[in-house]
């Protein structure tokens, strides 16, 4: 799951990290990109020595250029972090996007409701806490499943804490 828990320790609050799951890690990008250049270049070996050989090379190397950048915004998009901070006394969301400021939430854990929409939010089984006045979502970038256990597995510990 593309979520861990680190358990409370003396010295360390329990903390929730989660991040978007990358179907095609970096070593796959490096081999997916070398065989689209490979077959993007058999065309061109049919045309060695004619002229339509620099007709045809600058649109399949545009082409594996627009596959370059399409997969690097995949990425960097999906570099979003989310932090969950839990003590006995203050639970704290921190929300990391690329290129923008982090957006931070905090509440008592004694007023925190854990709350899922199975309909009428951005995505189906939508997970959000609610605490003293405000609503804020958590893990809108996993699956289903994945935000149904995490719900079970915050209102566990959010019941161990009360």
């Known amino acids: 799951m593309p979520y861990r828990w ?6 360390a609050p329990a903390r929730l990290t989660l991040w978007p799951h990358r179907s ?3 070593r796959g990008f490096v081999w997916f990109i070398g065989a689209t250049a490979a077959l993007l270049a058999l065309p061109l070996l049919t ?12 649109f399949l190397l ?13 990425y960097r998009s999906g570099s979003v ?32 409701r854990t709350r899922l929409y199975p ?3 951005p995505v189906p089984q939508y997970l959000t806490l609610k605490g003293t006045g405000r609503e804020v979502e958590l893990g809108a970038f996993l699956s289903e499943d994945e935000r149904l256990a995490l719900k079970a597995e915050l209102d566990r510990l959010l019941q161990a804490l009360k």
């Open 47 to 58: 045309q060695l020595g004619t002229a339509a050989l620099w007709v045809l090379l600058p």
């Open 6 to 11: 680190t358990e409370a320790t003396p010295s």
């Open 24 to 26: 095609l890690p970096r």
């Open 81 to 112: 972090i989310e932090e969950l901070t839990l003590t006995r006394e203050c639970l704290t969301l921190t929300h990391r996007r690329p290129g923008r400021p982090s957006l931070d939430w905090q509440d008592n854990p004694y007023w925190v």
């Open 62 to 74: 545009a082409a594996l250029a627009a596959v370059w950048y399409a997969l690097h915004l995949s």
């Open 119 to 121: 309909q009428g939010g």
